[in-house]
């Protein structure tokens, strides 16, 4: 029985001998990861039309205060 190297789990860069049978064959599969779902986002405009209809609701808010 001669002794191979095996993967460590805790330091997987680090791979530490480990008794084996010499016929012994491991079999590695890859899986390719999915492409990410895409992220929905505001354009330029949108986000310049959104601070300015907020920046209209604070100013409506503060002045109906001011009048009450």
């Known amino acids: 029985m001669a002794a191979s190297m095996c993967p460590s789990a805790v330091f997987p860069y680090n791979p ?3 008794l084996l049978p010499a016929s012994t064959k491991q079999t590695y599969s890859v899986q390719v990861a999915a492409a990410p ?6 354009s330029e ?14 100013a409506l ?6 009048a009450a």
């Open 16 to 18: 530490v001998p480990c």
């Open 37 to 42: 779902a895409p992220v929905p986002t505001l």
């Open 45 to 58: 405009w949108a986000m310049i039309l959104l601070g300015v209809m907020l920046a209209g609701g604070a």
């Open 61 to 66: 808010t503060i002045q109906r205060r001011r």
